[in-house]
């Protein structure tokens, strides 16, 4: 008979549940880091902390990175379908006993899930609601020449003009105007390239 899991609705792929169940070779301080990293960057979105503590994990008890990003890959889709769902930490321990993990691992899994539950579920809902696509997108250097403050004269700005669309929800696009100085462009970068090297790290 096929496996129900509680943290989806439709078919789970023989090699998702293989990179589940290569999490029975950690030990039981190794799973706990883990999981507890995983988590924490669900809670935060912060790319910058997964992929030091990534590379931190790895090298400070000897796994292959290429074989780790393989197991955080799916804890993480793990964590966030069951995050979608509100699964309580009964279910949590259902499934990864599903996965293969000992009574005693499949139980401290779900109660480190339970901790971050609600910070988890309102993190999965804003980036649910805030998913929308970016169709077009023109900007442009330009020099201030004139200010009620003088200071303000001859700054250097950029102004980006960005058409997004409206999600899954539908609906016409919209057009919106920034405007940014230099340092808050910059800024604007360097969080574009964070949640790119997130994505390039996982993928």
Known sequence: ATTAYRFSDGHVEAEFVE???????LDDSQLAELVELCLRFLSAADASTLIEGAQDYAERHGINTAALKTTMRALLLFFKGAARKHLPQNLIKEDMLHFG???????SVAKQWHKHLVLLSRSIADQS???NKLEEMD???GVSSASSELEQVGRTFLSLRLQVGQGAGGGEAQVKTLELSLSQFYELLQEM????ASMDFLS
């Open 139 to 141: 900007w442009r250097f």
């Open 101 to 107: 993990l000992e009574e005693e691992a499949a139980g």
């Open 19 to 25: 990179d589940m169940r290569t999490l029975r070779a």
């Open 129 to 131: 609601l805030a998913v």
């Open 193 to 196: 390239e964070k949640a790119k």
